[in-house]
């Protein structure tokens, strides 16, 4: 099916059985709470394994002059050591491909370092610690080659980035409105470099049947990721096998495969035997991508009414210097507020450093820390209420489109959210709130993430027991991928969910984008909708039963005075069908975002500059909720990054070398549990026909866009020291504080 027309009303509108909005635990819980859930690195099924360990490269760019492995080749246990002389060949490097995920990575294919931390050798031993010491006793020198590491030293040699990704908008003459504004915000925030910082370390087992790879690995999305190694290893596409049951978390860290998987998959092949290859969460700092640092430049212009005349979001960032990638920063401001007069411009400088990709909200997650606090000086300069300024800019449609939204209940986000944050007792003079030697602030912001839908299939077949078995090579990276799905299954046939059984993360299975950009709960639930819709058709004609007035409840289905048994209309090797869906011209007439607003509180130490959150609330419109268990917590847990970006996350570069200088959880700071008060998330009823079958919108990203605003606003109501810098930290607010 499509979604060339808004989606009708369903089964899961009517919810007969009550499976859909209901708080219904984890399905995969209890494995992942005992340890019993295989992840990547723990699945057993191949036999005894051996352990891998890359070597990487300690210059930021030149090439391998020399590489010594003959004491690492004498060590005990040592099977292999791979380098750039000795390596398979693979495919290069090429930005074509379906998508950048799918591009070939080819590893140790020549003697060119391209930066810090790249591969330049690998071990492979009987044991891990054999392994870590022979890699230890690689011995490599260099040649190093000048090198470009400072975004902020290139802004001389910015570029456009591809046209296809659509770098910039415009629309009036923002230039004139601007100057004729009678107040004005011109402002440039700086966002560091973030890292993922998941929970698992990429990992990889890798093995050959016959002339088949298997390689089990943490990864989010399966086809691309088979597409990838058939293109590295130059194998046809059905001669590789992706499997990615479980995932200890993504957050766009792991959108590709890595060189776990591809130095895996080759050693595997040259030694006859399962090879396993887990990176050092130092290692990822280099080997995997990380969220780029950026600039941003936002210009308001706006009338004494509060009324926008002007926008204009100019976001400067970095890519690979071999990559294409640029962060969209200044996306979500096309289309939050209403302005005749817009301009965005994104701009690129080429460095050498580690890859630069998506990483949770990729866009608005730094783009809004820019865009929410400029509203907010402009709040200020007019001395008018931050949340009604946004009110009176509420757009009628997508101003840059012109095109109306598919749902838009921001105004009701943003009424809401002061009413239970009790916004109206704010004081809105900066530092005029006092406990003791704290200064107590409140600020909040306006939250916006795209909405998106992708192609997908789903096969299902109902057994001879009445159970439902539902197969994709859907992912779930601790979103709550399997749970949904079961609901929506359970739901559609009338069935428990101990019932159904959701099989997940095989690229056997049919293809599914995966789990990314927020998509992967519509684009997986509306195709095993459909199969589900086909498989109540083939049902109800077995059953004699028009499928119009079938009903399907108990592990039955009835109407027009009949009743079947689903085991007996199954019990000759079952029923099966297969749904797929496809986004269809919705996309294109209609502008699809999901909304929020956000409150904080916070208190700053008048001495120190110490920031303790004192409450945070969000309250969100995202479609319908299938889960407001799993719901929440992905919200929550995006509100908590937020606030993260706020105050502590900041890989430092090294810009002599090219090297993260603190690449470990020790000192790349996450936000802990002492940091965080109790969080308050609130959905606003809503559904949306526009968007996808199951009425719902992306929900794994939105609380992370504006939160850490959020946050800066309210230091700013505490203290009168306006922040562009992140993170907030303790010597910067230090810096502008009055005693």
Same mark, same amino acid.
């Given at each position: 099916?499509?979604?060339?027309?808004?989606?009708?009303?369903?089964?899961?509108?009517?919810?007969?059985?009550?499976?859909?909005?209901? @708080?219904?635990?984890? %399905?995969?819980?209890?494995?992942?709470?005992?340890?019993?859930?295989?992840?990547?690195?723990?699945?057993?099924?191949?036999?005894? $394994?051996?352990?891998?360990?890359?070597?990487?490269?300690?210059?930021? =760019?030149?090439?391998?002059?020399?590489?010594?492995?003959?004491?690492?080749?004498?060590m005990p246990g040592v099977l292999l050591v791979l380098t750039h002389r000795n390596a398979?060949?693979?495919?290069? +490097?090429?930005?074509?491909?379906?998508?950048?995920?799918?591009?070939?990575?080819?590893?140790?294919?020549?003697?060119?370092?391209?930066?810090?931390?790249?591969?330049?050798?690998?071990?492979?031993?009987?044991?891990?610690?054999?392994?870590?010491? $022979?890699?230890?006793?690689?011995?490599?020198?260099?040649?190093?080659?000048?090198?470009? *590491?400072?975004?902020?030293?290139?802004?001389?040699?910015?570029?456009?980035?591809?046209?296809?990704?659509?770098?910039? #908008?415009?629309?009036?003459?923002? @230039?004139?409105?601007?100057?004729?504004?009678?107040?004005?915000?011109?402002?440039t925030y700086t966002t560091p470099f973030h890292i993922h910082a998941q929970m698992e370390p990429h990992a990889a087992?890798?093995?050959?049947?016959d002339e088949r790879l298997v390689v089990h690995c943490s990864t989010q999305m399966l086809e691309s990721a088979q597409r990838r190694v058939a293109a590295t290893l130059q194998l046809p596409l059905e001669k590789v096998r992706m499997v990615s049951r479980y995932i200890g978390g993504g957050f766009g860290g792991k959108l590709p495969v890595w060189s776990d998987v591809v130095l895996s998959a080759l050693a595997a092949r040259e030694l006859q035997r399962p090879v396993k290859t887990a990176m050092t969460r130092q290692q990822m700092f280099h080997l995997t991508s990380h969220r780029t640092a950026t600039i941003q430049r936002l210009r308001l212009g706006a009338g004494r009414d509060g009324v926008l005349q002007a926008i204009g979001h100019e976001a400067y960032s970095h890519s690979a210097r071999f990559d294409d990638f640029f962060e969209t920063a200044a996306n979500q401001t096309r289309s939050l507020y209403a302005a005749p007069h817009r301009m965005t411009r994104h701009r690129v400088a080429r460095l050498d450093l580690p890859l630069a990709d998506s990483c949770r909200a990729p866009g608005e997650a730094v783009g809004m820390l820019a865009l929410e606090c400029a509203m907010d000086e402009l709040a200020h300069a007019l001395g008018l209420d931050p949340v009604?300024?946004?009110?009176?800019?509420?757009? =009628?449609?997508?101003?840059?489109?012109? %095109?109306?939204?598919?749902?838009?209940?921001? %105004?009701?986000?943003?009424?809401?959210?002061?009413?239970? *944050?009790?916004?109206?007792?704010?004081?809105?003079?900066?530092?005029?709130?006092?406990?003791?030697?704290?200064?107590?602030?409140l600020g909040m912001c306006a939250t916006t993430r795209s909405n998106m839908l992708r192609e997908g299939k789903c096969h299902v077949r109902l057994d001879e027991s009445g159970t439902l078995h539902a197969r994709m090579a859907m992912t779930d990276i601790g979103t709550g991928t399997y749970t949904v799905l079961t609901q929506i299954a359970a739901e559609m046939l009338g069935l428990p969910p101990e019932r159904v059984r959701?099989?997940?993360?095989? /690229?056997? *299975?049919?293809?599914?984008?995966? /789990?990314?950009?927020?998509?992967?709960?519509?684009? #997986?639930? /509306?195709?095993?909708?459909?199969?589900?819709?086909?498989?109540?058709?083939?049902?109800?004609? #077995?059953?004699?039963? @028009?499928?119009?007035?079938?009903? +399907?409840?108990?592990?039955?289905?009835?109407?027009?005075?009949?009743?079947?048994?689903?085991? %007996?209309l199954a019990r000759d090797g079952g029923v099966e069908a297969d749904g797929e869906?496809?986004?269809?011209?919705?996309?294109?007439?209609? /502008?699809?975002?999901?909304?929020?607003?956000? *409150?904080?509180?916070?208190?700053?130490?008048g001495d120190s500059g110490e920031v303790r959150l004192r409450r945070l609330l969000g309250v969100f419109a995202a479609g319908r909720i299938l889960n407001p268990k799993t719901a929440r917590s992905q919200v929550l847990g995006g509100m908590v990054w937020g606030v993260g970006n706020a105050l502590h996350e900041e890989a430092v570069l090294d810009t002599r070398h090219g090297f993260f200088a603190n690449h470990d959880l020790a000192e790349y700071h996450v936000a802990a549990h002492a940091d965080i008060p109790e969080i308050e998330v609130v959905f606003l009823p809503e559904i949306d026909d526009?968007?996808?079958?199951? =009425?719902? =919108?992306?929900?794994?990203?939105?609380?992370?866009?504006?939160?850490?605003?959020?946050?800066?606003?309210?230091?700013?109501?505490?203290?009168g020291v306006r922040v562009r810098d992140y993170p907030i930290t303790l010597d910067k607010i230090l810096a502008g504080l009055e005693p």
């Open positions: 099916m499509d979604m060339n027309q808004p989606a009708p009303p369903n089964a899961l509108d009517e919810n007969a059985h009550g499976w859909i909005g209901k @708080d219904l635990d984890r %399905v995969d819980g209890r494995l992942k709470a005992t340890g019993t859930a295989p992840y990547a690195y723990e699945v057993k099924e191949a036999g005894p $394994a051996a352990y891998g360990w890359i070597v990487e490269a300690t210059i930021g =760019k030149g090439r391998v002059r020399e590489v010594d492995t003959g004491e690492a080749e004498r398979p060949q693979q495919a290069g +490097f090429t930005l074509e491909a379906q998508d950048r995920f799918s591009r070939p990575w080819p590893e140790l294919d020549d003697d060119e370092v391209a930066y810090y931390g790249e591969p330049v050798a690998f071990v492979v031993a009987e044991m891990l610690e054999q392994a870590r010491a $022979a890699a230890l006793a690689v011995r490599v020198t260099y040649e190093p080659a000048e090198a470009a *590491f400072d975004l902020h030293a290139q802004l001389d040699a910015l570029e456009k980035p591809d046209d296809e990704g659509k770098p910039d #908008s415009a629309l009036g003459d923002f @230039d004139t409105a601007f100057a004729a504004a009678d107040v004005r915000i011109d402002a087992l890798a093995w050959w049947e009604e300024l946004r009110l009176r800019n509420e757009p =009628k449609e997508d101003p840059e489109k012109h %095109v109306p939204y598919s749902t838009r209940q921001l %105004v009701q986000c943003l009424r809401e959210g002061a009413r239970r *944050f009790g916004w109206d007792r704010r004081n809105p003079q900066p530092g005029a709130v006092r406990e003791g030697r704290w200064r107590i602030g959701i099989a997940l993360g095989d /690229s056997d *299975f049919p293809p599914t984008p995966g /789990s990314g950009g927020s998509f992967g709960a519509a684009t #997986s639930g /509306s195709a095993l909708y459909d199969a589900c819709e086909k498989l109540r058709a083939k049902l109800a004609h #077995s059953a004699g039963i @028009d499928p119009a007035q079938a009903r +399907f409840g108990d592990g039955r289905i009835t109407g027009g005075g009949k009743t079947a048994t689903l085991a %007996v869906i496809e986004p269809g011209e919705m996309a294109q007439k209609y /502008s699809h975002q999901a909304y929020g607003a956000q *409150f904080a509180e916070v208190a700053v130490d526009k968007a996808n079958p199951l =009425k719902i =919108k992306g929900i794994g990203e939105l609380g992370i866009c504006g939160a850490g605003a959020a946050v800066a606003n309210a230091i700013f109501n505490a203290t």
